[in-house]
């Protein structure tokens, strides 16, 4: 009996590491803010957590699966800081302020930027080139989805801010103090969301 052929091991394509990146910063990020949004009490943010949440994760089975498709595996890969990260947005005592984290300069570098110039280039076959078409489109509007929370959750809290100074028992003006809560929004202004790209970013320009 000849022997079976052995089937030739398939060509391993110079964006291989971007779409296993892609993947686990994608499952992680689903992770994180299905975590924040079982604890939010903020039913609006909530809901947004959970529509997002939803994305990112079907975002890195997805790209799993792309991996295993041109005949692959993923490789996990630890972050030491992603178990205290996720505690820290698990913990209802922390407030929705300190998870959204600290506010980025409007008009900032394009995280997909890189992609878009190798998807214009041909770089990735029409599968993948397909698929993260598709990605970059679902991260942009998740990105402004999250963003407009933010920026409801901020300026809820820059007018709790400006409210006048109450009365004390004494019938005297006290000093207006902001509350610790309070303190915290008014210290991270916003955009949460940057922690995530800056993640990927990174993973990104480290396959340069």
């Known amino acids: 009996m000849a022997a079976m052929a052995k089937t030739p091991p398939a060509e391993k394509p110079e964006y291989l590491g971007l779409l296993n990146a892609i993947s686990l910063a994608e499952s992680q990020a689903g992770v994180y803010l299905r975590a924040w949004a079982n604890v939010t009490e903020d039913c609006e943010l909530a809901e947004t957590l ?3 949440a939803a994305r990112e994760s079907n975002h890195g089975e997805t790209f799993c699966r792309r991996i295993a498709e041109l005949g692959f595996e993923l490789k996990p890969k630890n972050d030491p800081k992603a178990e205290e990260y996720l505690l820290k947005l698990a913990n209802p005592k922390v407030s929705d ?4 984290g ?30 993260l078409r598709w990605y970059i489109t679902e991260e942009r ?4 989805r999250l963003k407009k929370q933010y920026d409801r959750i901020r300026d809820g809290m820059k007018a709790a801010m400006a409210q006048p100074a109450a009365a004390n028992g004494n019938g005297k003006m006290a000093a207006a ?6 303190q915290a929004i008014m210290a991270c202004m916003t955009e949460g969301f940057a922690r995530l790209e800056k993640t990927l970013a990174k993973l990104i320009h480290n396959l340069k």
């Open 97 to 100: 302020c300190e998870k959204i």
């Open 141 to 144: 509007d998740s990105g402004k």
């Open 50 to 52: 959970r529509f997002v």
């Open 177 to 182: 103090g902001p509350s610790a809560d309070a």
């Open 102 to 131: 600290p506010e980025r300069a409007e008009g900032g570098p394009d995280v997909f930027a890189d992609i878009d110039k190798a998807i214009a280039a041909g770089k990735y076959d029409p599968m993948t080139e397909n698929m």
